[in-house]
């Protein structure tokens, strides 16, 4: 009896002694398959993003991508030792290259939101916005608000598969919308007395108002939305979260995302060396 007491004992004891072992073992394979891993290894961030959204991610006069989060891209890179390699995608193509591993990272101005966080997983926010309007100046009397909008007599337009588009299509249902491949193409849709309304993201609506929209439009600048923007990896990946949500904490303390987010969104002096 003592004796198959005691073998009891050593084995349930045995089992536990075993359980950190395996789990400290699953930790190193998964530590192993990380992104960061493959970045350090290739010593290349491939950066995924659409070039376009200004002052987010655009191109100059040389052909270079510039921008908010092209900074902040390549201030990741240098923090890891690696070579920042960019990405330009098309916006509906975005979240399937990073899931089918065409780049690491998603840093493109995205929107957290829980559709999208169904397949891909996000950073802590780096920077909040809202949607805004810019109106057609013909309208300044009448229209107060994105409530005013909600007729079918109002064309508004924004950005096919953004939450612009979500926002017109929730906040405003009944006005006429109408979706475009590009903000610019949106924006010029309503500048060129097209369309009554463009709505998007505030600090894209401030870049175009302060450069075109002068004397034009009427900048309805009181958010109605609530939008985080976050960069983007796959699932599974506690590791290179960790890395993300650890170098945001030390960029937005130790000065340096102050700095590019004065050069960005506080002024528009970039403006004049952006292909248009």
């Not at 003592?2 to 359980?19: E, R, S, Y």
């Not at 891909?120 to 107060?144: C, M, R, S, W």
Request: with cysteine; net charge positive; proline share 4%.
């Amino acid at each position: 009896m003592k004796k198959t007491l005691i073998k009891g004992v050593v084995a349930f004891f045995l089992v536990f002694a075993l359980i950190p072992g395996t789990a400290w073992g699953a930790d190193i394979n998964l530590s192993k398959k990380s992104t960061l891993e493959s970045v350090l290894q290739n010593k290349k961030l491939r950066v995924g993003f659409e070039a376009g959204y200004m002052p987010f991610e655009m191109t100059d006069k040389k052909g270079n991508f510039v921008g908010f989060d092209i900074d902040i891209a390549k201030e990741m890179a240098k923090a890891m030792g690696v070579e920042f390699v960019p990405a330009n995608t098309a916006w509906d193509g975005i979240i399937p290259s990073l899931l089918t591993n065409k780049f690491d990272i998603i840093m493109s101005g995205m929107t957290v939101t829980q559709e999208r966080n169904l397949k891909i997983n996000f950073a802590d926010p780096y920077i909040i916005v809202g949607q805004t309007i810019l109106l057609n100046k013909k309208h300044e009397a009448t229209v107060k608000s994105y409530k005013d909008l909600n007729d079918p007599k109002y064309v508004v337009t924004s950005k096919l598969g953004t939450t612009g588009e979500q926002a017109v299509q929730r906040k405003i249902p009944k006005c006429t919308y109408k979706s475009f491949e590009t903000e610019t193409e949106a924006f010029l849709e309503v500048l060129n007395n097209k369309a009554d309304a463009y709505v998007y993201d505030q600090p894209n609506c401030v870049v175009l108002m302060a450069q075109q929209g002068k004397g034009k439009m009427i900048f309805l600048d009181k958010p109605f939305t609530y939008e985080p923007l976050a960069w983007a990896i796959n699932k599974g990946d506690p590791d290179f979260m960790n890395f993300l949500n650890n170098f945001l904490r030390q960029l937005k303390n130790d000065g340096r995302y102050d700095t590019i987010y004065n050069k960005w969104i506080k002024s528009t002096d970039w403006y004049q060396n952006v292909a248009k």
